[in-house]
C-alpha cells in the first residue's frame, strides 16, 4: 500500500508534467501567433508594393508618339527634298545637293556654293522646327558616310526613327538622311 | 464551499468569453478594414484604367483628325488629276478657308473640337488658318505637328511649312 508521502510526490509530479505541457501548448500557440502576424505584415508589404508599382509610378503612355515620329522623319525629309531655294534659280534642295555632291558649279545670287546654300537652308528649316519642338536629330548628306558632305544635330545616343533618301548622281548614289532620336 | 468554487468558475469563464468576444471584434474590425482597403484600391484600379482607355481613345482621335487633314482633298495638290501626297496647295488654301466656315456642322463632324494652321517657314513666313472650333471645357490638349510642302501654282515651286493640329478633347 502507498504511504501519504508517496501520494503527494506523484500528485507534484503529474502537476509538474502539467505545468510543461501547458506551457509548451502555450509556447506553440504564441510561435503560430507571430507566423500569423508575419504572414499579415507580408501580405500587407505585397499590397503595398503593387500600389506604388501601378497607382504611383504609372507613366502615361504616348500612343501618339508612333505616328508623330515616323510621319516626322520622312515627311521631313521628303518636304526638304522638295522645297525650291530662295536665292539659287528656284532650284530644288535636292539639284542642289546633287550639285554639291558633283564638283559644286552652282553658285547661289548670295554668292554661296550649293553645298553651304543647302546646309544652310536645313539648318534654318530644322531651328524653326525640331529645335522649336526640343527633338533631338542628326541630319547628314553624304556618298561616303565616313566624309558627309553636310552633317547638322548630334548623333542620338539611344532610340531613334530614320529616314534615308537615295538621290542619284553621275558617278555614284548620294544619301540624304535624318534621324530623329527618341 | 462546492457553490463558492462553481460561482468563481462561472466569473472566470465570463471573463475569458468576453475576452474572446472582444478578440472577435477585434479580427472582424481589421477584416472588414482591409476589404475596405481592398475595395478602394480596386475602384481606383478601374477608375485609372478606365481613365487610361479615355486617354487611349482621345490621342487615336487625335491621330485620326491630323490623318483626315493630310489628305482633305480641299487643300491636297494635284497634277493632272493625280493627288501629290504630304502637299498643300496655297491657291486653294482661301477657298478651303470660305469653304469650311460656310459648311461648318459638316466640317464638325470631320474635326470636331481642333484648330488646324498652316505656317510657311521656307522662303517666306506666312500663316493660314483653315478650320477652328475651340471649347474652354476641354480635359486634354494634343497638338501634332506635321512638316509639309506648300505648292505655289503660280510659280510651280514648292515652299516647307509647318500643318499643326491642335485637338481638344473633353
Not at chain 2, 474635326?111 to 476641354?138: C, G, H, L, V
Request: net charge positive; proline share 2%.
Amino acid at each position: 500500500m502507498p504511504n501519504k508521502t508517496d501520494k503527494s510526490e506523484a500528485s507534484t509530479k503529474t502537476k509538474n508534467f502539467r505545468r510543461q505541457r501547458k506551457s509548451k501548448e502555450f509556447s506553440r500557440k504564441s510561435q503560430m501567433e507571430i507566423l500569423g502576424l508575419a504572414i499579415v505584415v507580408v501580405l500587407i508589404l505585397v499590397a503595398t508594393i503593387f500600389i506604388v508599382r501601378f497607382l504611383v509610378l504609372k507613366t502615361p503612355t504616348d500612343y501618339r508618339k508612333g505616328f508623330i515620329s515616323s510621319e516626322l522623319a520622312s515627311n521631313m525629309l521628303n518636304t526638304f527634298l522638295k522645297t525650291a531655294a530662295r536665292d539659287c534659280s528656284q532650284l530644288t534642295m535636292t539639284e542642289l545637293l546633287q550639285d554639291c555632291a558633283q564638283g559644286r558649279g552652282i553658285i547661289c545670287d548670295n554668292g554661296k556654293d550649293s553645298c553651304k546654300y543647302a546646309e544652310e537652308t536645313a539648318k534654318n528649316i530644322f531651328e524653326n522646327t525640331l529645335d522649336k519642338w526640343n527633338m533631338k536629330y542628326e541630319f547628314s548628306a553624304y556618298t561616303n558616310i565616313n566624309s558627309p558632305l553636310i552633317k547638322l544635330g548630334q548623333q542620338c545616343r539611344a532610340e531613334k526613327r530614320s529616314k534615308l533618301f537615295p538621290i542619284p548622281i553621275s558617278t555614284a548614289t548620294m544619301y540624304v538622311k535624318l534621324d530623329i532620336c527618341g | 464551499m462546492h457553490a463558492n468554487i462553481l460561482s468563481i468558475l462561472d466569473i472566470r469563464m465570463n471573463k475569458k468569453g468576453q475576452i474572446q468576444i472582444g478578440e472577435t471584434i477585434a479580427v472582424l474590425f481589421v477584416f472588414f478594414v482591409l476589404i475596405t482597403i481592398g475595395f478602394v484600391f480596386y475602384v481606383k484600379v478601374i477608375k485609372g484604367n478606365i481613365e487610361a482607355e479615355k486617354e487611349e481613345l482621345s490621342q487615336l482621335k487625335s491621330v485620326g483628325v491630323a490623318q483626315r487633314v493630310m489628305f482633305l482633298p480641299e487643300v491636297q495638290c494635284s497634277e493632272d488629276n493625280i493627288i501629290i501626297d504630304n502637299c498643300i496647295d496655297i491657291s486653294k488654301l482661301d477657298a478651303a478657308q470660305k469653304l469650311m466656315k460656310e459648311n461648318e456642322v459638316y466640317y464638325y463632324d470631320l474635326f470636331e473640337f481642333s484648330d488646324i494652321s498652316i505656317s510657311q517657314i521656307y522662303p517666306s513666313d506666312a500663316k493660314w488658318s483653315i478650320y477652328s472650333r475651340k471649347t474652354n471645357d476641354f480635359k486634354s490638349r494634343f497638338v501634332t505637328n506635321v512638316p509639309i510642302s506648300l505648292y505655289d501654282s503660280t510659280i510651280r515651286k514648292h515652299g516647307f511649312g509647318i500643318l499643326t493640329i491642335e485637338t481638344l478633347a473633353r
